[in-house]
């Protein structure tokens, strides 16, 4: 089992839907989630940082951490056109350095 | 401002040949990492350094070499041993120590291909 999963997609949706990204994970150890969004040709940009369960927002986007279930999402409301990028889910141990990733998940949202 | 500058933004490596990744970054961190990104593999980490002087191998080092001889400054190279060197390699770094568990952020990557 790889340590993070994360559907690659294309996940295709209209203007203004609300999107829903996920990841799974099977080390409970992790403590430290994030979200990076990558457009083509780019380097990853940091959208969310999470410690631990819970929801944090920021404008249209929300990231969840469930913790029981090692499961993380974020969601993304009034989705735009500029949104069409790749998301990468991310997580670490408290005291380590490095990051695990997951594979990332393209997402293409239409006009 | 601050920021981490990769060059060259593309570049092509011939057989037999090594070829050196610039990263450089202003923000005053202490750790730098690299990395290589494959279509549909994600990110995996060749090497990483949390402080001057002293760097560690990731999960795919084979073929690969770093030095870290100042703060700001940690560059790849790819030398001829790496057979399929032909990928998107991203530098990253971020804080350590007291201010552990920060994220990492990256640059704007350089794509390598083979002539």
């Known amino acids: 089992q790889k340590e993070v999963e994360q559907d690659p997609g294309p996940l295709s949706v209209p203007e203004g839907a609300i999107v829903s990204l996920n990841c799974t994970y099977s080390?409970?150890?992790?403590?430290?989630f994030m979200w990076y969004r990558q457009y083509s040709r780019k380097g990853p940009e940091l959208l969310m940082y999470?410690?631990?369960?819970g929801n944090k927002e920021d404008g249209r986007f929300t990231a969840q951490v469930d913790k029981s279930s090692k499961y993380i999402s974020l969601f993304i409301r009034d989705s735009q056109p500029s949104d069409s990028a790749t998301y990468l889910c991310a997580m670490k141990n408290s005291g380590y350095s490095t990051l695990t990733f997951g594979k990332g998940t393209m997402l293409l949202v239409s006009p | 401002d601050g920021g981490i500058t990769q060059s060259p933004k593309y570049l092509f490596r011939k057989e037999g040949q090594n070829v050196t990744l610039s990263c450089e970054q202003n923000l005053n961190h202490d750790a730098m990492y690299w990395y290589r990104q494959d279509p549909g593999q994600g990110l995996r980490l060749i090497y990483y350094?949390?402080?001057?002087?002293?760097?560690q191998k990731g999960d795919i080092a084979e073929g690969y070499s770093v030095s870290r001889e100042k703060k700001e400054s940690f560059p790849l190279t790819v030398t001829s041993a790496q057979k399929n060197p032909t990928a998107f390699y991203l530098c990253?770094?971020?804080?350590?120590?007291?201010?552990?568990?920060?994220?990492?952020?990256f640059g704007d990557g350089t794509r390598l291909s083979i002539l």
């Open positions: 990253a770094s971020t804080l350590t120590g007291s201010r552990d568990n920060q994220p990492q952020h």
């Open positions: 350094s949390q402080i001057v002087n002293d760097f």
């Open positions: 999470t410690y631990s369960s």
């Open positions: 080390n409970s150890a992790f403590q430290y």
